[in-house]
């Protein structure tokens, strides 16, 4: 048995140890960290998973981003503790945080991943949404929260304002 629950400040140092076990050395130097530095997570979609005994099992974040201007919800990252991938755990904080997000009145998500695995969840390459480099243009993906939420939405991704001092 799984609790979800919201991520707090107390948990700040095991989702960032679960991140370091399964990303590569240097993640927090990609383009998608950049975005995110200096600015405060969306706090009621940042989730862990623990087990009954209180173990961090997974883990998923959420930063706002502007897309040609326009408001938009940076997923990830998203991690499975090794141990535990292939229960499902990632798909069901993929699908637990996207209907909060939907329910909280966000309408679309943009993500850099693997369009094979994140397709299932209905993410689709964005054509005319530019990183900043050095990102792959074919991992730039998107999903629509609402209908035709990334009709006219193009252009380069840039931070959202910084948390004020």
């Given at each position: 048995m799984y609790r979800l629950e919201e991520e707090t400040e107390a948990d700040w140092w095991e989702v960032?140890?679960?991140y370091d076990l399964c990303f590569?050395?240097?993640r927090t130097a990609l383009s998608s960290?950049?975005?995110r530095d200096g600015v405060p997570m969306v706090r009621e979609l940042c989730h862990v998973l623990r087990d009954d005994e209180g173990t961090l099992a997974a883990v998923i974040r959420y930063w706002p981003i502007l897309v040609g201007g326009r408001k938009v919800l940076l997923l990830g990252p998203v991690a499975v503790h090794p141990t535990r991938q292939g229960e499902g755990l990632g798909g069901?904080?993929?699908?637990?945080?996207?209907?909060e997000a939907a329910r909280l009145g966000w309408e679309r998500v943009l993500?850099?991943?693997d369009q094979p695995y994140y397709r299932r969840f209905g993410f689709r390459k964005l054509e005319s949404v530019e990183m900043p480099p050095p990102t792959n243009p074919d991992r730039v993906l998107g999903l629509s929260l609402r209908p035709g939420a990334w009709d006219g939405v193009t252009g380069l991704v840039t931070r959202a304002a910084p948390a004020e001092d």
């Amino acid at each position: 048995m799984y609790r979800l629950e919201e991520e707090t400040e107390a948990d700040w140092w095991e989702v960032e140890a679960l991140y370091d076990l399964c990303f590569a050395p240097g993640r927090t130097a990609l383009s998608s960290y950049r975005l995110r530095d200096g600015v405060p997570m969306v706090r009621e979609l940042c989730h862990v998973l623990r087990d009954d005994e209180g173990t961090l099992a997974a883990v998923i974040r959420y930063w706002p981003i502007l897309v040609g201007g326009r408001k938009v919800l940076l997923l990830g990252p998203v991690a499975v503790h090794p141990t535990r991938q292939g229960e499902g755990l990632g798909g069901m904080l993929m699908h637990e945080s996207l209907a909060e997000a939907a329910r909280l009145g966000w309408e679309r998500v943009l993500l850099v991943g693997d369009q094979p695995y994140y397709r299932r969840f209905g993410f689709r390459k964005l054509e005319s949404v530019e990183m900043p480099p050095p990102t792959n243009p074919d991992r730039v993906l998107g999903l629509s929260l609402r209908p035709g939420a990334w009709d006219g939405v193009t252009g380069l991704v840039t931070r959202a304002a910084p948390a004020e001092d």
